[in-house]
């Protein structure tokens, strides 16, 4: 047990995206693209009329193919709605125009919880468990899939932590209705617990099978094929003495014998 007492940092709406198929990219884009997000998300902060919460923020830091930003709690609510919404138009615009980077589909998670606000050298800016969980989050198998087996056209696919949802959608902070999120249990490596996804423009296999992919199908155990009988079978022991058989009789020693199973 720790001996010192230590002051909680403060609590921090924590947003994490990343972009799907980064590393497919030439290398020669990477770069380009890392410097981007930065812009798409203020673009999407704008777009919905949210801009001062961008100009906010507290800390942005590049995760290479995404981007972490922490806000002031206050503004969970805002950063699933409008903004997730906002983020799939604005990624909507962007290939409509045919912005370079275009086509870009991003999965984003969201929490909130104690983090470190920067320090003087911003080594430590953003710490803390709830930063962890945000990233472990964005990592789940469920909100990954959610954009593989959706169209092109979905362009973000969210994933929100169980106390982010309780926090801004249950108190209706965001107004936005519960049944537009649904509850996955999540494991990624030690992480264990249950979030929540939303789709702001679900498509594909998301609106005919629903969020959650459908269990794989169990193989039904094959039932054992009935023993195959002869239709004409017969034995014989020591026999003694000539035997002579003719269709379905068999004489031994002036006895006939018919044989089992003949027609």
Known sequence: ???????????????????????????????????????????????????????DRRFGESTGDGHAVGFPSAVLPLLLNPFLRSLQDELDYRATVGA????????????????????????????GRARIENHRLLDA??????????GPTTRVAAIVSERAYEDAVLSGYAADPPELYVPVPVRVKTFEGTAY??????????????????????????RPEPEERPDAW??????????????????????????????
């Open 197 to 222: 996804l939303r789709v702001p423009s679900p498509t594909g296999g998301l609106l005919r099978d629903g969020f959650l992919p459908r269990p794989a199908a169990t193989e039904e155990p094959r």
């Open 141 to 150: 198998e469920p909100v990954k899939e959610l954009l593989t087996r959706s």
């Open 1 to 55: 047990m720790e001996q010192d007492r230590a002051e909680l940092p403060p609590y921090r709406a924590l947003l994490v995206v990343d972009v799907k198929d980064f590393s497919g990219l030439k290398s020669r884009h990477h770069a380009e693209l890392t410097d981007a997000i930065p812009g798409i998300l203020r673009g999407a902060f704008e777009r919905c009329g949210e801009v001062e919460v961008w100009r």
């Open 100 to 127: 370079h980077p275009a086509e870009l589909r991003m999965r984003a998670s969201v929490t909130v919880g104690p983090i470190t606000d920067p320090n003087r050298d911003g080594v430590s800016t953003g710490s």
């Open 234 to 263: 017969n034995s014989v022991g020591t026999v003694h003495g000539d035997v002579h058989q003719s269709r379905d009789h068999v004489q031994h020693g002036g006895t006939n014998f018919h044989l089992r199973g003949q027609r």
